[in-house]
């Protein structure tokens, strides 16, 4: 097995960018959702609300250091933590934040129809994985729950008969695709090796309607595929799943290529 492809995504909730490598850090990959979107009360605003996130384009600095922002009809502006903190809302987390400049606030408010304002995590602990599911301290960013999410190209190849159309991954938002023929292979993973780094898979991923919107245009589908069709053939106690959720340890850089080792928790490898 091997990496068949990676993504970062910079802000919460917006597209995510398609990379050859993939720097990590405690957070999991460098750069990955320390922005997100919030609005007066400090909940964070995400495509289930606003499916319309789906167009705006973001850029990244080879170094992560500096994103940019551009709304439809608009200009590229560039997100930069100020110098007040305010604390925002991710699920059942309080969690501090900086403020960004006003001006890609303002721009994105004109464009949601809502009041809105950019934060920034620059305080690498202060959101921990739950250890509902981690018996370890493991920090993570403003992404859902864990640093990772992790599918297979068998996974999603056997998702597209089942539903008889042709399905893009970034419905479901993968950190990490791994190619590997079978499909769910990945249930009985335990963990994922990849030269220096081990992730372990911790749960699979439960889903919500963002899967049935196009990750081009934000339209959703009218049968509400792939959605409808998971939860048919892949579902449990807490709902509709597809991919699996994951923390890192070690340091390094994934890249396109790497060779994949996977462990189930008997120990076989494959």
Excluded at 127 to 143: G, L
Excluded at 178 to 192: G, Q, R, Y
């Amino acid at each position: 097995m091997k990496i068949k492809a990676l993504y970062r995504y910079p802000c919460k909730s917006l597209p995510g960018l398609s990379v050859s490598s993939l720097p990590l850090d405690v957070l999991g990959p460098a750069g990955d959702r320390r922005w997100m979107l919030v609005d007066e009360q400090g909940g964070f605003v995400t495509q289930r609300r606003f499916p319309q996130l789906t167009r705006v384009r973001v850029r990244q600095s080879a170094h992560d250091a500096m994103v940019w922002l551009k709304v439809p009809g608009g200009d590229w502006q560039v997100l930069e933590p100020g110098q007040h903190s305010i604390d925002v809302q991710v699920w059942s987390d309080q969690v501090p934040a900086r403020k960004s400049s006003p001006e890609p606030a303002n721009a994105m408010s004109r464009y949601l129809g809502i009041p809105v304002r950019w934060v920034y995590m620059d305080l690498p602990g202060c959101r921990p994985v739950s250890r509902q599911w981690v018996n370890r301290s493991c920090p993570v960013s403003f992404a859902d729950g864990f640093p990772f999410l992790v599918t297979t190209t068998g996974s999603l190849a056997q998702l597209e008969r089942w539903s008889g159309r042709r399905l893009d991954v970034r419905r479901f938002r993968p950190g990490i695709v791994v190619e590997c023929p079978e499909p769910f292979m990945e249930d009985a993973w335990a963990s994922l090796h990849i030269g220096s780094i081990t992730l372990r898979l911790v749960k699979p991923c439960t889903r919500c309607k963002v899967t049935t919107l196009d990750p081009d245009t934000g339209a959703p589908e009218p049968d509400q595929e792939p959605l409808r069709t998971l939860a048919r053939y892949r579902s449990n106690p807490s709902g509709v799943i597809f991919g699996v959720n994951a923390v890192h340890e070690g340091t390094g850089t994934l890249n396109l290529g790497d060779r994949v080792t996977a462990r189930s928790a008997a120990g076989d490898m494959t």
